[in-house]
């Protein structure tokens, strides 16, 4: 396209591309749970007491974490980001082993993620 004055004239397309960084999301390999009784899993962002395994995160947007025993048997389930495997199972303390970890959601730029690995119950 070109100008009454003969240059060449220009669009400028305001936010044509949205860039939002993805998130992060980062699992220990092992926790201590509270031998003294469980509770709801939630945890205070930053609380390293390592009583409830959950991911260092940020920019998560969907969630749902899933835990198994060496049986392949599901144990707990979360949908939250903030709700966390307290290390209990039917309201008792879980023996000490390997358990299997596995998540899946969505970081805010849209991006989805699956991921699993394994943590180690300490008591």
């Not at 100008?3 to 699992?27: I, M, N, Y």
């Not at 995160?57 to 939250?80: A, C, M, P, T, V």
Request: net charge negative; with cysteine; aromatic share 16%.
């Amino acid at each position: 396209m070109w100008t009454d004055e003969g240059c060449r004239d220009s669009v400028l397309v305001e936010k044509a591309v949205d860039v939002r960084k993805s998130g992060d999301l980062v699992f220990p390999n092992a926790f201590t749970p509270d031998p003294s009784g469980s509770n709801d899993g939630s945890y205070e962002a930053g609380d390293y007491t390592n009583n409830v395994f959950y991911p260092a995160n940020k920019g998560i947007e969907e969630y749902h974490l899933q835990i198994f025993n060496r049986w392949g048997e599901l144990i707990f389930e979360s949908f939250d980001i903030n709700i966390g495997w307290n290390g209990y199972y039917r309201d008792e303390l879980c023996k000490q082993d390997v358990y299997v970890w596995k998540v899946k959601g969505k970081y805010i730029n849209g991006q989805t993620f699956i991921k699993a690995g394994d943590v180690t119950l300490v008591r």
